[in-house]
């Protein structure tokens, strides 16, 4: 791929006007609350589409794309079986909580709803999890820029650290989620032509179907055996492991993303946000996944369009994107198709840094190291964060060279994270009984049997270090067994151990639980406005998209 | 800044026209996979037009 000025003009049209809006936001930092949290000054359609941006990092198009060649179709099951209904249950019945707490951040939650240790273990996980998340988006950019531009892996992942740095340092939580709705619309309006122009080349949904093994084009049909479908999954594991634990996991406990629809107005807002974004979510794979699907459909017809090949053998579906740019994107279009790939990488990396630093400064620093300073102290620490955040980025960007499946190490320590959390959560958000050493030694253990599982099975040669008493049909099997293990786990521990242990008094618990928390109502609200109607809503077009794709 | 859909529009103004320009004096200008579509004159436009509404829309909350 080679290019040309006009290419080269709109990345940096584009390195300007993100590094503008950091400026143009700096002077409304007054606060550490204003850095770290945007203190609830964000509207809505903002908050929605940052909201779906934050996770729209560069190893989610890659890796989406990469699946979308490998396992066809049936990947939009992260979408439409996993993402939107995780997103609508958390705008329906979390965000209640989550808000009418006034929390900071969700391991704040955890202390105001249970225990200090809670919170601790919480923060501290969470905070690993985030800077690991961050590099490996730099490491896929680094070695793509490397093998499809030549460009050097540290200049590109320096330069793209460097940017983001600038506006995160400068306008703090709200120049990054302002950011990110530009990197949203960057991302649709880049990636769209290049599935237009792929799904074309190949004939069409029809033309693709008939080169195309029938597996390729289904995303149900074939979730019956394991050995049928792709991705070696059974539809247990499916429907459990990734359309409940993992995704509601992820979208309903994940900082990241729930620190948006925080950052809304008002507690409407906050409940609208991810309830707006699941609308164009459900679109998303027609936009990442099917130009990975034209690409297999183009490689069987006389197309000339090969994905390339792997050094140590067998196709290289990391580099199906790029590749694909390089045959259909002339140079200009071709410098929107990189920006729109530079955009997805920073809107990843900013959401990261920005919870990264509010967890560390407000659940680790001001929580143990210095508790009662005043706020400029903290503001300066939020600062100091971020930079820490975005050179811990950098280092763990080098560590991640020795994992080749990205999206397959990222599944792995969602199943960590964020699998046992989530039951955490429902059984802190909607059962008064549960008590802070349930939720300890329920998370605890939770990530302990998470642990266990991947170092007792096998699965692609991965996994099984203690030793190999199961052998799963594929890695995406073993990862959403391992958190249907680890969340049950979970939620078993809490429930005795608070049953064996004394409850906080109800009288503390109000705005934390379900039952003592007075609920909002939005019943004055138009149709368009309120959670229920544009749930279902939402719900229905899944449905037309579930059978049309059947 | 109180209104993102002003910056916002003039960045995808900005990116669009440069292309559709682009377009029309390279009309040419093909990847190795042709359709025979002017890809960067309609994706140039799509942008303008994209831009131009976030710039319609902002000025006229301000009015």
Partial sequence: MKLTPIDYASLIIYFAFVMGIGWMVRRRIKTSEDFLTSKHSVPVWITSLAFIAANLGAQEMIGMCASGAKYGIMTAQFYWLGAVPAMLFVGLFMMPFYYGSRARSVPEYLKLRFDEKTRCLNAITFAIMTVFSSGISMYALGLLFELVLGWSFTSSVLLSAAIVLVYTFLGGLTSAIYNEVVQFFLIILGFAPLSILAVSKAGGWKGISAHLQPVMTHTWRYVGHASENPMGVEPFGLIVGLGFVLSFGYWCTNFLVVQRALAAETMAGSRQTPIFAAFPKILMPFVVILPGIAAVALMSTASGYTIPLKHGGGYDYDQVLTTLMAKFYPNGTLGIGLTALMASFMSGMAGNVTAFNTVFTYDLYQSYIRRNAPDKHYLWVGRITTIAGVILSIGCAYLATYFNNIMDFLQLVFAFVNAPLFATFLLGMFWKRSTGHGAFWGLLTGLVAGGMTLGLTVAENKGGWIANLHQFPSSMAQNFWIAIISWSTCFVVTYVVSMATTPKPESELHNLVYGVTDLPHEGGAPWYKRPGPLAVIVIVVLVIFNVLFW | ?63
């Avoid at chain 2, 390279?26 to 131009?52: C, I, K, Q, Y």
């Fill in chain 2, 1 to 63: 800044m109180n209104d993102l859909r002003r910056p916002t529009g003039i960045l995808f103004a900005v990116l669009g026209l440069i292309l559709v320009l682009y377009g029309l004096i390279h009309p040419g200008a093909r990847a190795e996979l042709d359709s025979g579509v002017n890809v960067n004159l309609w994706t140039g436009l799509t942008m303008l037009v994209f831009g131009g509404c976030l710039l319609w829309l902002s000025f006229r909350a301000k009015s």
